[in-house]
Protein backbone atom coordinates (compact mmCIF):
# COMPACT_ATOMS: atom_id res chain seq x y z
CA UNK A 1 0.00 0.00 0.00
CA UNK A 2 2.70 2.39 0.98
CA UNK A 3 4.42 1.59 -2.15
CA UNK A 4 1.46 2.57 -4.05
CA UNK A 5 1.02 5.68 -2.74
CA UNK A 6 4.42 7.09 -3.15
CA UNK A 7 3.74 5.87 -6.64
CA UNK A 8 0.52 7.99 -7.24
CA UNK A 9 2.04 10.44 -6.17
CA UNK A 10 4.69 10.73 -7.96
CA UNK A 11 2.87 10.06 -10.38
CA UNK A 12 0.94 13.32 -10.02
CA UNK A 13 3.74 15.07 -9.30
CA UNK A 14 5.57 14.34 -13.17
CA UNK A 15 1.92 15.04 -14.67
CA UNK A 16 1.70 18.31 -13.41
CA UNK A 17 5.11 19.37 -13.98
CA UNK A 18 6.46 17.02 -16.75
CA UNK A 19 3.20 16.61 -18.61
CA UNK A 20 3.47 13.19 -20.83
CA UNK A 21 6.65 12.05 -20.17
CA UNK A 22 8.62 9.24 -20.13
CA UNK A 23 8.51 9.83 -16.40
CA UNK A 24 4.91 9.66 -16.46
CA UNK A 25 4.56 6.35 -18.43
CA UNK A 26 7.30 4.77 -15.71
CA UNK A 27 5.24 5.51 -13.24
CA UNK A 28 2.34 3.98 -14.56
CA UNK A 29 3.56 0.83 -15.33
CA UNK A 30 4.81 0.80 -12.08
CA UNK A 31 1.29 1.06 -10.43
CA UNK A 32 0.39 -1.60 -13.01
CA UNK A 33 2.84 -3.85 -11.73
CA UNK A 34 1.65 -2.89 -8.32
CA UNK A 35 -2.26 -3.56 -9.02
CA UNK A 36 -1.15 -7.14 -10.75
CA UNK A 37 0.37 -8.59 -7.64
CA UNK A 38 -2.63 -7.48 -5.53
CA UNK A 39 -4.62 -9.37 -7.72
CA UNK A 40 -6.46 -6.23 -9.15
CA UNK A 41 -6.07 -7.23 -12.83
CA UNK A 42 -8.57 -5.04 -14.48
CA UNK A 43 -7.00 -2.12 -12.88
CA UNK A 44 -3.72 -3.06 -13.67
CA UNK A 45 -4.69 -3.58 -18.00
CA UNK A 46 -5.87 0.01 -17.48
CA UNK A 47 -3.05 1.26 -16.10
CA UNK A 48 -0.86 -1.08 -18.76
CA UNK A 49 -2.53 0.78 -21.32
CA UNK A 50 -2.12 3.95 -20.35
CA UNK A 51 1.47 3.39 -19.70
CA UNK A 52 1.94 2.35 -23.49
CA UNK A 53 -0.22 5.24 -24.68
CA UNK A 54 2.63 7.59 -22.76
CA UNK A 55 5.65 5.58 -24.52
CA UNK A 56 4.47 6.28 -28.07
CA UNK A 57 4.44 9.67 -26.84
CA UNK A 58 7.18 9.85 -25.03
CA UNK A 59 9.62 7.33 -26.82
CA UNK A 60 7.58 7.04 -30.24
CA UNK A 61 6.87 3.59 -29.65
CA UNK A 62 6.07 0.84 -27.06
CA UNK A 63 8.51 -0.61 -24.46
CA UNK A 64 8.59 -4.42 -24.60
CA UNK A 65 8.93 -4.33 -21.14
CA UNK A 66 5.38 -2.78 -20.44
CA UNK A 67 3.91 -5.10 -23.55
CA UNK A 68 5.34 -8.15 -22.05
CA UNK A 69 3.67 -6.97 -18.43
CA UNK A 70 0.69 -6.41 -20.22
CA UNK A 71 0.40 -9.58 -21.28
CA UNK A 72 1.45 -11.29 -18.44
CA UNK A 73 -1.58 -9.47 -16.60
CA UNK A 74 -3.85 -10.21 -19.88
CA UNK A 75 -2.24 -14.51 -18.89
CA UNK A 76 -4.16 -14.38 -15.33
CA UNK A 77 -7.14 -12.98 -16.29
CA UNK A 78 -7.02 -16.04 -19.66
CA UNK A 79 -7.09 -13.80 -22.03
CA UNK A 80 -4.76 -15.86 -24.37
CA UNK A 81 -5.50 -13.78 -27.52
CA UNK A 82 -4.79 -10.51 -26.04
CA UNK A 83 -1.72 -11.88 -24.00
CA UNK A 84 -0.34 -13.35 -26.93
CA UNK A 85 -0.53 -10.09 -28.49
CA UNK A 86 1.24 -8.05 -26.56
CA UNK A 87 3.85 -10.50 -26.36
CA UNK A 88 4.47 -10.62 -29.59
CA UNK A 89 4.45 -7.00 -30.56
CA UNK A 90 7.23 -6.70 -27.73
CA UNK A 91 9.02 -9.64 -29.46
CA UNK A 92 8.76 -7.52 -32.81
CA UNK A 93 9.99 -4.46 -31.44
CA UNK A 94 13.18 -6.58 -29.55
CA UNK A 95 13.73 -7.86 -33.21
CA UNK A 96 13.88 -4.57 -34.74
CA UNK A 97 16.02 -2.83 -32.48
CA UNK A 98 18.62 -6.01 -32.89
CA UNK A 99 18.40 -5.63 -36.54
CA UNK A 100 19.11 -2.00 -36.66
CA UNK A 101 21.87 -2.30 -34.38
CA UNK A 102 23.63 -5.16 -36.74
CA UNK A 103 23.27 -7.43 -33.86
CA UNK A 104 21.99 -7.24 -30.47
CA UNK A 105 23.70 -6.46 -26.92
CA UNK A 106 23.57 -9.36 -24.43
CA UNK A 107 21.15 -7.30 -22.30
CA UNK A 108 19.37 -7.03 -25.41
CA UNK A 109 19.63 -11.26 -26.03
CA UNK A 110 18.25 -12.10 -22.70
CA UNK A 111 14.82 -9.65 -22.62
CA UNK A 112 13.75 -11.56 -26.11
CA UNK A 113 14.50 -14.68 -24.26
CA UNK A 114 12.21 -13.48 -21.60
CA UNK A 115 9.50 -12.87 -24.19
CA UNK A 116 10.03 -15.90 -26.03
CA UNK A 117 9.72 -17.63 -22.71
CA UNK A 118 6.06 -15.84 -22.22
CA UNK A 119 5.19 -16.72 -25.24
CA UNK A 120 5.54 -20.27 -24.40
CA UNK A 121 3.89 -19.67 -21.39
CA UNK A 122 0.61 -18.51 -23.03
CA UNK A 123 0.87 -21.29 -25.64
CA UNK A 124 1.25 -24.37 -23.17
CA UNK A 125 -1.34 -22.69 -20.78
CA UNK A 126 -4.26 -21.94 -22.80
CA UNK A 127 -3.72 -25.43 -24.15
CA UNK A 128 -3.66 -27.24 -20.91
CA UNK A 129 -7.06 -24.52 -19.99
CA UNK A 130 -9.67 -26.87 -20.56
CA UNK A 131 -12.35 -24.48 -19.80
CA UNK A 132 -11.27 -22.35 -22.70
CA UNK A 133 -12.45 -22.91 -26.03
CA UNK A 134 -10.27 -23.36 -28.57
CA UNK A 135 -12.26 -22.15 -31.29
CA UNK A 136 -11.88 -18.76 -29.84
CA UNK A 137 -8.42 -18.81 -28.35
CA UNK A 138 -4.99 -18.58 -30.16
CA UNK A 139 -4.89 -20.35 -33.83
CA UNK A 140 -0.95 -21.75 -33.28
CA UNK A 141 -0.66 -23.23 -36.91
CA UNK A 142 1.17 -20.73 -37.90
CA UNK A 143 3.30 -20.31 -34.88
CA UNK A 144 4.38 -24.08 -35.06
CA UNK A 145 4.99 -24.25 -39.01
CA UNK A 146 7.39 -20.83 -38.20
CA UNK A 147 9.50 -23.10 -36.13
CA UNK A 148 8.26 -20.87 -32.77
CA UNK A 149 8.27 -23.79 -30.58
CA UNK A 150 12.26 -24.53 -30.86
CA UNK A 151 13.04 -20.71 -30.54
CA UNK A 152 10.99 -20.77 -27.43
CA UNK A 153 13.26 -23.98 -26.27
CA UNK A 154 16.48 -22.10 -27.23
CA UNK A 155 15.24 -19.36 -24.62
CA UNK A 156 14.52 -21.52 -21.75
CA UNK A 157 18.28 -23.31 -22.53
CA UNK A 158 19.66 -19.98 -22.67
CA UNK A 159 17.82 -19.19 -19.03
CA UNK A 160 19.28 -22.55 -17.70
CA UNK A 161 15.56 -23.53 -17.22
CA UNK A 162 16.72 -26.94 -19.19
CA UNK A 163 14.19 -29.31 -18.36
CA UNK A 164 11.62 -26.40 -19.93
CA UNK A 165 13.39 -26.34 -22.65
CA UNK A 166 13.12 -30.19 -22.99
CA UNK A 167 9.36 -29.97 -23.36
CA UNK A 168 9.13 -27.63 -26.23
CA UNK A 169 12.07 -29.40 -28.03
CA UNK A 170 10.30 -32.94 -27.54
CA UNK A 171 7.15 -30.90 -29.46
CA UNK A 172 8.97 -30.07 -32.31
CA UNK A 173 10.36 -33.26 -32.61
CA UNK A 174 7.68 -34.83 -33.13
CA UNK A 175 6.37 -31.96 -35.53
CA UNK A 176 9.46 -32.91 -37.55
CA UNK A 177 9.35 -36.18 -37.47
CA UNK A 178 5.83 -36.28 -38.74
CA UNK A 179 7.23 -34.34 -41.89
CA UNK A 180 8.90 -36.09 -44.61
CA UNK A 181 11.94 -34.99 -47.81
CA UNK A 182 15.70 -33.56 -46.62
CA UNK A 183 15.04 -30.19 -44.47
CA UNK A 184 12.52 -32.43 -41.87
CA UNK A 185 15.23 -35.04 -41.51
CA UNK A 186 18.00 -32.51 -41.12
CA UNK A 187 15.54 -30.54 -38.42
CA UNK A 188 14.87 -34.22 -36.48
CA UNK A 189 18.56 -34.82 -36.07
CA UNK A 190 19.20 -31.25 -34.93
CA UNK A 191 16.57 -31.21 -32.74
CA UNK A 192 17.46 -34.82 -31.12
CA UNK A 193 20.83 -33.58 -31.10
CA UNK A 194 19.46 -30.54 -28.76
CA UNK A 195 17.86 -32.91 -26.72
CA UNK A 196 20.89 -35.21 -25.96
CA UNK A 197 23.15 -32.11 -24.94
CA UNK A 198 20.35 -30.97 -22.76
CA UNK A 199 19.68 -34.37 -21.20
CA UNK A 200 23.60 -34.57 -20.75
CA UNK A 201 22.98 -31.00 -18.65
CA UNK A 202 20.67 -32.88 -16.78
CA UNK A 203 23.30 -36.03 -16.00
CA UNK A 204 21.02 -38.21 -17.72
CA UNK A 205 23.86 -39.54 -19.87
CA UNK A 206 22.32 -43.05 -21.08
CA UNK A 207 19.19 -40.37 -22.38
CA UNK A 208 21.59 -38.37 -23.89
CA UNK A 209 23.62 -41.15 -25.51
CA UNK A 210 20.26 -42.70 -27.28
CA UNK A 211 19.11 -39.15 -28.45
CA UNK A 212 22.95 -38.72 -30.50
CA UNK A 213 22.58 -41.78 -31.52
CA UNK A 214 19.53 -41.66 -33.18
CA UNK A 215 20.50 -38.34 -34.82
CA UNK A 216 23.77 -40.26 -35.94
CA UNK A 217 21.53 -42.65 -37.82
CA UNK A 218 19.59 -40.01 -39.56
CA UNK A 219 22.42 -38.09 -40.54
CA UNK A 220 23.84 -41.56 -41.76
CA UNK A 221 21.09 -42.59 -44.09
CA UNK A 222 20.68 -38.86 -45.38
CA UNK A 223 22.08 -38.55 -48.96
CA UNK A 224 22.75 -35.07 -49.20
CA UNK A 225 23.56 -34.56 -45.67
CA UNK A 226 27.33 -33.66 -45.11
CA UNK A 227 30.10 -35.16 -43.50
CA UNK A 228 30.20 -32.08 -41.35
CA UNK A 229 27.18 -32.97 -39.41
CA UNK A 230 27.70 -36.58 -38.60
CA UNK A 231 31.47 -35.58 -36.82
CA UNK A 232 29.30 -32.58 -34.88
CA UNK A 233 27.42 -35.44 -33.59
CA UNK A 234 30.08 -37.54 -32.73
CA UNK A 235 31.53 -34.41 -30.79
CA UNK A 236 28.32 -34.28 -29.06
CA UNK A 237 28.46 -38.27 -28.13
CA UNK A 238 32.60 -37.49 -27.05
CA UNK A 239 30.47 -34.52 -24.17
CA UNK A 240 28.40 -37.09 -22.95
CA UNK A 241 31.76 -39.74 -22.71
CA UNK A 242 33.30 -37.74 -21.00
CA UNK A 243 30.96 -36.87 -18.23
CA UNK A 244 30.36 -40.58 -17.93
CA UNK A 245 34.49 -41.01 -17.25
CA UNK A 246 34.83 -42.62 -20.58
CA UNK A 247 38.43 -40.12 -21.16
CA UNK A 248 39.94 -42.05 -24.01
CA UNK A 249 36.69 -43.07 -25.44
CA UNK A 250 36.13 -39.10 -25.68
CA UNK A 251 39.51 -38.20 -26.58
CA UNK A 252 38.82 -40.41 -29.73
CA UNK A 253 35.67 -38.91 -30.46
CA UNK A 254 36.88 -36.05 -30.72
CA UNK A 255 40.14 -36.37 -32.35
CA UNK A 256 38.69 -38.30 -35.70
CA UNK A 257 35.76 -35.63 -35.71
CA UNK A 258 38.29 -32.59 -35.74
CA UNK A 259 40.23 -34.04 -38.96
CA UNK A 260 36.34 -34.13 -40.29
CA UNK A 261 35.41 -30.72 -39.91
CA UNK A 262 38.40 -28.98 -40.69
CA UNK A 263 38.52 -30.65 -44.11
CA UNK A 264 35.03 -30.08 -44.51
CA UNK A 265 34.55 -26.68 -42.12
CA UNK A 266 38.16 -25.13 -42.55
CA UNK A 267 40.47 -24.93 -39.17
CA UNK A 268 38.93 -21.16 -39.07
CA UNK A 269 35.06 -22.88 -38.33
CA UNK A 270 33.56 -22.60 -35.28
CA UNK A 271 32.87 -26.24 -34.50
CA UNK A 272 37.13 -26.63 -34.97
CA UNK A 273 37.60 -24.43 -31.90
CA UNK A 274 34.44 -26.25 -29.85
CA UNK A 275 36.18 -29.89 -30.75
CA UNK A 276 39.58 -28.50 -29.90
CA UNK A 277 38.02 -26.90 -26.17
CA UNK A 278 37.07 -30.42 -25.82
CA UNK A 279 40.00 -32.08 -26.79
CA UNK A 280 41.79 -29.16 -23.80
CA UNK A 281 38.64 -30.28 -21.54
CA UNK A 282 39.56 -34.14 -21.51
CA UNK A 283 43.45 -33.66 -21.15
CA UNK A 284 42.89 -31.87 -18.40
CA UNK A 285 40.50 -34.75 -16.64
CA UNK A 286 43.69 -36.55 -17.54
CA UNK A 287 45.90 -34.39 -15.55
CA UNK A 288 47.89 -33.33 -19.33
CA UNK A 289 48.24 -29.57 -18.13
CA UNK A 290 50.55 -28.33 -20.63
CA UNK A 291 48.97 -30.10 -23.03
CA UNK A 292 45.76 -28.82 -22.24
CA UNK A 293 46.88 -25.04 -21.79
CA UNK A 294 48.18 -25.60 -25.27
CA UNK A 295 45.01 -26.07 -26.83
CA UNK A 296 43.01 -24.13 -24.91
CA UNK A 297 44.90 -21.03 -25.57
CA UNK A 298 44.79 -21.40 -29.13
CA UNK A 299 41.45 -22.01 -29.02
CA UNK A 300 41.07 -18.95 -26.90
CA UNK A 301 42.81 -16.70 -29.69
CA UNK A 302 40.91 -17.56 -32.38
CA UNK A 303 37.73 -17.27 -30.60
CA UNK A 304 38.42 -13.91 -28.92
CA UNK A 305 39.33 -13.01 -32.98
CA UNK A 306 36.18 -14.19 -34.36
CA UNK A 307 33.22 -14.31 -32.04
CA UNK A 308 34.90 -11.74 -29.25
CA UNK A 309 35.01 -12.31 -25.13
CA UNK A 310 31.34 -12.30 -24.45
CA UNK A 311 30.49 -15.33 -26.22
CA UNK A 312 28.87 -18.63 -24.80
CA UNK A 313 31.79 -20.89 -26.20
CA UNK A 314 34.44 -18.64 -25.56
CA UNK A 315 33.38 -17.92 -21.86
CA UNK A 316 33.54 -21.35 -21.85
CA UNK A 317 37.55 -21.93 -22.86
CA UNK A 318 38.34 -19.56 -20.59
CA UNK A 319 36.65 -21.52 -17.71
CA UNK A 320 38.72 -24.16 -18.55
CA UNK A 321 41.95 -22.39 -18.88
CA UNK A 322 40.79 -21.10 -15.22
CA UNK A 323 40.84 -24.66 -14.31
CA UNK A 324 43.98 -25.66 -15.84
CA UNK A 325 45.97 -22.85 -13.96
CA UNK A 326 44.54 -23.51 -10.86
CA UNK A 327 45.63 -26.97 -11.04
CA UNK A 328 49.14 -25.94 -12.05
CA UNK A 329 49.36 -23.74 -8.77
CA UNK A 330 48.71 -20.81 -10.88
CA UNK A 331 46.09 -19.87 -8.01
CA UNK A 332 46.10 -16.27 -8.54
CA UNK A 333 45.61 -15.99 -12.15
CA UNK A 334 43.21 -18.75 -11.85
CA UNK A 335 40.86 -17.14 -9.62
CA UNK A 336 41.32 -13.93 -11.55
CA UNK A 337 40.50 -15.10 -14.85
CA UNK A 338 37.19 -17.09 -13.20
CA UNK A 339 36.18 -14.26 -11.90
CA UNK A 340 35.89 -12.11 -15.19
CA UNK A 341 34.70 -15.46 -16.89
CA UNK A 342 31.63 -15.42 -14.19
CA UNK A 343 31.35 -11.48 -14.37
CA UNK A 344 30.75 -11.88 -18.39
CA UNK A 345 28.44 -14.79 -17.93
CA UNK A 346 26.51 -12.59 -15.97
CA UNK A 347 26.20 -10.18 -18.09
CA UNK A 348 25.14 -13.13 -21.24
CA UNK A 349 22.67 -15.42 -19.12
CA UNK A 350 21.34 -12.67 -16.11
CA UNK A 351 22.35 -13.14 -12.72
CA UNK A 352 21.73 -16.55 -12.30
CA UNK A 353 22.27 -19.80 -14.63
CA UNK A 354 23.60 -22.99 -13.78
CA UNK A 355 26.90 -22.07 -16.00
CA UNK A 356 27.39 -19.26 -13.60
CA UNK A 357 26.94 -21.95 -10.59
CA UNK A 358 29.64 -24.00 -12.23
CA UNK A 359 32.90 -21.14 -12.45
CA UNK A 360 31.21 -19.93 -8.94
CA UNK A 361 32.50 -23.80 -7.95
CA UNK A 362 35.80 -23.92 -10.01
CA UNK A 363 36.56 -20.56 -7.92
CA UNK A 364 35.96 -22.42 -4.94
CA UNK A 365 37.86 -25.06 -5.75
CA UNK A 366 40.66 -23.21 -6.63
CA UNK A 367 40.71 -21.77 -2.90
CA UNK A 368 40.15 -24.93 -1.24
CA UNK A 369 43.56 -26.35 -3.05
CA UNK A 370 45.64 -23.14 -1.70
CA UNK A 371 43.33 -24.42 1.94
CA UNK A 372 41.67 -20.91 1.95
CA UNK A 373 38.70 -23.18 3.15
CA UNK A 374 36.47 -20.34 4.37
CA UNK A 375 36.49 -18.82 0.82
CA UNK A 376 36.20 -21.72 -0.84
CA UNK A 377 32.98 -22.37 1.19
CA UNK A 378 31.62 -19.11 0.51
CA UNK A 379 31.76 -19.65 -3.24
CA UNK A 380 30.25 -23.60 -2.97
CA UNK A 381 27.39 -22.32 -1.03
CA UNK A 382 27.28 -19.34 -3.52
CA UNK A 383 27.27 -22.03 -6.23
CA UNK A 384 24.48 -24.22 -4.08
CA UNK A 385 21.59 -21.21 -3.79
CA UNK A 386 22.29 -20.71 -7.33
CA UNK A 387 21.59 -24.37 -8.53
CA UNK A 388 18.67 -24.66 -6.44
CA UNK A 389 17.07 -22.50 -8.59
CA UNK A 390 17.73 -24.92 -11.50
CA UNK A 391 17.92 -28.45 -9.89
CA UNK A 392 15.77 -30.83 -7.16
CA UNK A 393 17.86 -32.41 -4.42
CA UNK A 394 17.64 -35.81 -6.49
CA UNK A 395 20.08 -34.48 -8.74
CA UNK A 396 23.96 -34.95 -9.26
CA UNK A 397 23.94 -30.98 -9.55
CA UNK A 398 22.68 -30.05 -6.03
CA UNK A 399 24.76 -33.76 -4.67
CA UNK A 400 28.03 -32.30 -5.79
CA UNK A 401 27.37 -28.86 -4.29
CA UNK A 402 26.45 -30.84 -0.45
CA UNK A 403 29.81 -32.54 -0.99
CA UNK A 404 31.98 -29.60 -1.75
CA UNK A 405 30.19 -27.32 1.08
CA UNK A 406 31.39 -30.16 3.56
CA UNK A 407 34.47 -30.91 2.04
CA UNK A 408 35.22 -27.08 2.79
CA UNK A 409 34.10 -27.68 6.24
CA UNK A 410 37.01 -29.51 8.90
CA UNK A 411 36.78 -31.30 11.55
CA UNK A 412 33.06 -32.85 10.92
CA UNK A 413 33.03 -36.24 9.80
CA UNK A 414 30.51 -37.56 11.28
CA UNK A 415 28.74 -34.98 9.05
CA UNK A 416 30.43 -35.35 6.11
CA UNK A 417 30.03 -39.10 6.01
CA UNK A 418 26.34 -38.82 6.25
CA UNK A 419 26.60 -36.39 3.19
CA UNK A 420 28.94 -38.63 1.32
CA UNK A 421 26.24 -41.49 2.18
CA UNK A 422 23.72 -39.35 0.57
CA UNK A 423 25.79 -37.79 -2.32
CA UNK A 424 26.87 -42.08 -2.67
CA UNK A 425 22.92 -42.97 -3.33
CA UNK A 426 22.05 -39.85 -6.37
CA UNK A 427 25.44 -40.33 -7.61
CA UNK A 428 24.32 -44.47 -8.44
CA UNK A 429 21.29 -43.35 -10.18
CA UNK A 430 23.42 -41.40 -12.69
CA UNK A 431 26.87 -42.73 -13.03
CA UNK A 432 27.97 -46.16 -13.04
CA UNK A 433 29.95 -47.81 -10.40
CA UNK A 434 33.51 -47.20 -11.42
CA UNK A 435 33.12 -43.36 -12.28
CA UNK A 436 35.70 -41.27 -11.49
CA UNK A 437 33.45 -38.96 -9.51
CA UNK A 438 32.35 -41.90 -7.32
CA UNK A 439 36.07 -43.12 -6.99
CA UNK A 440 36.87 -39.29 -5.26
CA UNK A 441 33.77 -39.78 -3.12
CA UNK A 442 35.44 -42.62 -1.95
CA UNK A 443 38.36 -40.83 -1.26
CA UNK A 444 36.66 -38.35 0.65
CA UNK A 445 34.66 -40.97 2.99
CA UNK A 446 38.60 -42.86 3.43
CA UNK A 447 39.44 -39.51 4.32
CA UNK A 448 36.90 -38.45 7.40
CA UNK A 449 37.14 -42.48 8.29
CA UNK A 450 41.06 -41.31 8.93
CA UNK A 451 40.37 -38.98 10.97
CA UNK A 452 37.68 -40.74 13.22
CA UNK A 453 40.83 -41.71 15.31
CA UNK A 454 38.80 -42.78 18.10
CA UNK A 455 36.94 -45.22 16.06
CA UNK A 456 38.63 -48.86 16.40
CA UNK A 457 37.59 -49.62 12.81
CA UNK A 458 38.11 -46.53 11.25
CA UNK A 459 41.32 -46.76 9.83
CA UNK A 460 40.61 -49.94 8.34
CA UNK A 461 37.32 -48.78 7.08
CA UNK A 462 39.28 -45.87 5.25
CA UNK A 463 41.64 -48.21 3.92
CA UNK A 464 38.95 -49.73 1.96
CA UNK A 465 37.86 -46.75 0.15
CA UNK A 466 41.79 -45.53 -0.53
CA UNK A 467 41.44 -49.29 -2.59
CA UNK A 468 38.19 -48.33 -3.99
CA UNK A 469 38.91 -45.64 -5.20
CA UNK A 470 42.39 -46.82 -6.35
CA UNK A 471 40.96 -49.76 -8.75
CA UNK A 472 38.05 -46.84 -10.09
CA UNK A 473 40.86 -44.49 -10.78
CA UNK A 474 43.56 -47.41 -12.27
CA UNK A 475 40.27 -48.00 -14.53
CA UNK A 476 39.47 -44.90 -16.04
CA UNK A 477 43.00 -43.73 -16.47
CA UNK A 478 44.50 -46.78 -17.98
CA UNK A 479 47.30 -46.88 -15.89
CA UNK A 480 48.14 -43.27 -16.54
CA UNK A 481 49.37 -40.95 -14.11
CA UNK A 482 46.47 -38.68 -13.31
CA UNK A 483 46.22 -36.06 -9.94
CA UNK A 484 43.44 -38.82 -8.41
CA UNK A 485 45.56 -41.31 -8.84
CA UNK A 486 48.24 -39.81 -7.43
CA UNK A 487 46.27 -38.35 -4.71
CA UNK A 488 44.75 -41.97 -3.49
CA UNK A 489 48.37 -43.04 -3.85
CA UNK A 490 49.45 -40.62 -0.82
CA UNK A 491 46.77 -41.40 0.94
Same mark, same amino acid.
Given at each position: ?77 ? &? ?37 ? +? ?6 ? #????? +? ?11 ? !? ?6 ? %????? /?????? %? ?25 ? *? ?14 ? /? ?10 ? $? ?12 ? #? ?27 ? *? ?35 ? #? ?11 ? /? ?81 ? /?? %?? $? ?6 ? %? ?13 ? +? ?10 ? &? ?16 ? #? ?6 ? $? ?11 ? !? ?9 ? !? ?8
Amino acid at each position: VAATDHYTEAHSIYQSQLGDSKEVAMVLKKLGDLNQEDGALDAARELYGAALEMEVTAHGQYLPRTLNAAGGNCLKAD &DFRSAMEFHRRALQIQKKSQAQQGGAKQKQKYEMYETLV +RIGNVYYT #ERNDF +RNIRSNGVDYREF !IESGFLGW %IANAH /DMRGEY %IKAIKFYEESLQIYMDRKGKEAKRETA *LTLNRLGSLTRELGRY /DEAMDYHQKALN $IQKTGSGLAKAMTA #ETCVLMGMVKSKMGEFKNALDLYEDSLLV *LKNALGEGHSSSWKTMAQIGSVHFELSNYDQAMAVLL #EVERSQLASVGDD /DRDTLETQALLGRVLSANGQYEEAVEKLRDVCERQKKLFGSNHPTIADTLAYIGFSFLDQGMVTEARGQFVDCYNMRKKFFTV /DQ %IH $IADSMVDI %IRARSGQPERALAIY +RNAMEVYKEYLS &DDHVQIGRLHVYEGDSYA #ELLNNSTA $ISTAIKHYKKARD !IFNKAYEGECA !IDSAMVAVQ
